[in-house]
């Protein structure tokens, strides 16, 4: 398989993580010069957020094919590997901006916000009116504020950034809220776990301390992640850890040894058997076949 293409912008070369930290433009603007399809690339540095509004089609992300439906919200983290083909004309705003700045002020202001800047998300939106919508100011302040780039525009622009992605995590929650109130329970727990397990995957903590850091016993969280993942506790944090390593893998040009070090491995080996038996590949096999 060729390499999967890195762009600043699809179809433009990447350019250095300081050259724009916002980018606003239309939907149609890009896919409708690409005749609605574009195709599997990455962002090194920028996430990117899709405000669909009128039309729809297939959202690929980290090999994951997802249903995109007007109205929704599309957030693609930076360094997935992500493509969209839409079925026909569709409307609406995406933004492109640097990520690590964000997680940086949601780190100070909002650590809870970090997972979901962090992962894929596809959020099913009311049918506003215009008058209604609450996002819509908040996409255009940050288009004007593109377009103008006035005084303080990097930090301007990230703390517009920053209410956006508030206002899409309430959003999630209610889109996610299930009837009646034990599955509604059941969903925030689950919810607080993934957020538990985007804090620490790197540290190799025992499922017992996720249970302790959630407020429950070992058997009550197996049972959760069985009946809402559909997997043991372990096998949800093993698979985070996973992804990490092959985007690490994959985009970066770290050593092995690196890698290891950085997602909490106490040697290079000891990462490589623990790749092996989840892919059947070791490191360095995987990231020839995705050079390639």
Avoid at 27 to 33: E, F, L, Q, V, Y
Avoid at 77 to 84: D, E, N, T
Wanted: with cysteine; glycine share 6%; charged share 20%.
């Amino acid at each position: 398989m060729t390499k999967i293409p890195s762009y600043a912008l699809y179809g433009e070369a990447a350019q250095p993580v300081w050259h724009e930290s916002l980018h606003v433009e239309t939907i149609s603007n890009r896919s409708g010069a690409y005749d609605w399809s574009i195709e599997p690339h990455r962002h090194d540095s920028q996430l990117q957020i899709l405000y669909l509004q009128q039309g729809g089609g297939q959202v690929l992300c980290d090999s994951v094919r997802l249903a995109a439906r007007a109205p929704c919200i599309i957030h693609i983290p930076a360094q997935s590997v992500h493509g969209f083909d839409w079925q026909g004309p569709v409307e609406g705003k995406v933004i492109t901006a640097l990520q690590q700045p964000l997680e940086s002020a949601a780190e100070v202001l909002s650590p809870g916000l970090l997972p979901l800047l962090r992962s894929r998300q596809l959020i099913d939106l009311p049918r506003w009116t215009a008058a209604e919508d609450p996002l819509l100011p908040l996409f255009a302040a940050l288009e004007e504020e593109y377009l103008a780039r006035g005084r303080e525009h990097a930090a301007c622009s990230t703390a517009l950034l920053l209410a956006l992605v508030v206002h899409i995590a309430r959003l999630g929650e209610s889109a996610a809220a299930e009837p009646g109130q034990l599955r509604g329970r059941r969903s925030q727990q689950i919810r607080q776990f993934r957020e538990q397990v985007e804090i620490h995957f790197r540290s190799h903590r025992p499922v017992s301390d996720y249970a302790d850091l959630l407020g429950m016993t070992l058997a009550t969280l197996g049972r959760l992640c069985q009946e809402q993942l559909g997997m043991s506790p372990l096998a949800a944090i093993n698979a985070r850890l996973l992804l990490e390593a092959k985007r690490e893998l994959a985009y970066s040009s770290r050593s092995i040894k690196e890698i290891a070090h950085d997602l909490g491995f106490s040697d290079e080996g000891y990462f490589s058997r623990f790749f092996r038996r989840h892919t059947r590949l070791t490191p360095s096999e995987f990231r020839s076949q995705v050079r390639q």
